[in-house]
């Protein structure tokens, strides 16, 4: 090894570790997985450590250091081709770099662009390169104020605490006049279900401005709550260019709504923090443009990252890709996800994972299984607004297939006696 390159190199014994946050990376290489390792450490924390013709050295305060390295094999075939990284034999490699903090301090963007920057994916000698995991020390998390509700906040809220949250998104998601759309949330409500919310595609637009939107869904949601019993939540997207969100939240808030959300990644999470410091009602986060960033096997980053990352932004509840086949997302990576959202995190609430993708009734009891715990919610879309008897139906379905497993009852038995639950089967069942 380059004797310059061997003060990259560390172990966890050797450092403080409160002083560092960890990556973990996987990365593929013609060239020494070590040499290149050093690299991909210079190139994302002190490129060139000292002036010319000056005594000093920064690597010893912001160097980052290769505290792990693992040779998990090799290829002919890598992920992604680079002209500066080309070889017959890739070595791949997954590998933890300790990153001094103070180079970047408790700021999102700039551990971003620090993580996922020029120095990591131009690193030369790497060809392919996926950000793994962010591990964070307590005195850098104690920097962040986290979710302002989280899912105690939410179960006060709407006054549900054994069960799992149901949360639909009102279709068809575009076109709708406010007063179509609030009646379709009006018989959902009626049905059961515990929270409605715009589509990730509507926002503030000609057609249904988000003041009247939210002033027709409030108006019926409060006419539900009375008929049922039960407290409910409206959940408005207030996507838009930065400088318009805390007016979008504004106008929610002033006009009764008690939920908005945000496309974390189109907004960018730095303003998703800002509104999570100022919000009055909880936040979802949904995944538009998480997809670009992760698919890609050896490039990118995971939606665990992800997920992190919007929890410490600030995010309430976090809609992610769930256990469907449209979503492209293994059972362990939901599971994953679920658990990053629930677990205990320094003083960081806990994020109310919402796992979706094309659910129905059917969906609760592998949601159930999977996920092992009651904090989460189904967020469907066709099960509730497209089943055959309509909203009310749709969301009663759903409710009945939770009954069917507090009673343990295999819900094609229980639907023998519960109409929307049999209609639901036949609906979404066999598809």
Request: net charge negative; glycine share 8%.
């Amino acid at each position: 090894m380059e004797a310059d390159n061997e003060a990259f190199f560390s172990n966890r014994e050797q450092l403080n570790m409160e002083d560092y946050c960890i990556f973990k990376y996987y990365f593929e290489t013609p060239f020494d997985p070590e040499e290149t390792a050093a690299h991909l450490c210079r190139e994302t924390s002190t490129a060139l450590w000292k002036r010319v013709d000056v005594e000093e050295d920064f690597r010893g305060v912001h160097g980052a250091k290769v505290i792990s390295l693992k040779r998990l094999g090799t290829t002919r075939e890598p992920g992604l081709e680079a002209p500066h990284a080309k070889g017959d034999v890739y070595n791949q490699v997954e590998v933890e770099i300790a990153h001094p903090h103070i180079n970047f301090g408790p700021k999102i963007p700039n551990l971003m662009t620090t993580a996922c920057g020029e120095g990591a994916f131009f690193t030369p000698g790497i060809n392919s390169i996926k950000l793994l995991d962010i591990e964070f020390p307590e005195t850098y998390l104690k920097e962040f104020e986290g979710p302002k509700f989280g899912v105690a906040g939410i179960r006060k809220i709407i006054e549900v605490y054994d069960r799992p949250f149901v949360t639909g998104v009102v279709k068809p998601n575009i076109g709708l006049k406010p007063k179509d759309f609030a009646e379709l949330a009006y018989k959902a409500y009626l049905g059961g279900i515990d929270a409605t919310k715009d589509d990730e595609m509507l926002s503030d637009v000609s057609y249904s401005s988000t003041k009247e939107r939210v002033g027709e869904v409030v108006n019926l949601m409060h006419k539900a709550e009375d008929r049922t019993g039960e407290k409910k939540i409206f959940i408005a997207n207030i996507t838009d260019e930065v400088d318009r969100i805390m007016e979008l939240h504004d106008i929610v808030t002033e006009n009764g709504g008690n939920g908005v959300m945000l496309n974390a990644m189109t907004v960018g999470l730095s303003a998703s923090r800002m509104l999570a410091k100022r919000t009055k009602v909880p936040m979802f986060s949904h995944f538009d443009f998480i997809a670009p960033y992760t698919r890609h096997p050896c490039f990118g980053l995971t939606t665990q990252v992800v997920t992190k990352l919007q929890r410490l932004s600030g995010f309430d509840g976090i809609i992610m890709p769930g256990l469907g086949d449209r979503m492209n997302t293994t059972p362990q990576e939901v599971r994953e996800n679920v658990d990053i959202c629930l677990s205990e995190w320094s003083s960081i609430r806990k994020s109310l994972p919402i796992p979706g993708g094309s659910d129905w009734a059917g969906s609760m009891l592998p949601m159930y299984n999977a996920f092992g715990t009651v904090d989460f919610s189904m967020v469907p879309g066709r099960g509730v607004f497209g089943h055959p008897m309509g909203p009310e139906g749709g969301a009663r379905s759903i409710r009945q297939a939770w009954e069917a497993i507090e009673r343990n009852i295999p819900i094609e038995k229980y639907a023998e006696t519960h109409v929307e639950l049999r209609q639901a089967i036949e609906a979404f069942g066999k598809k």
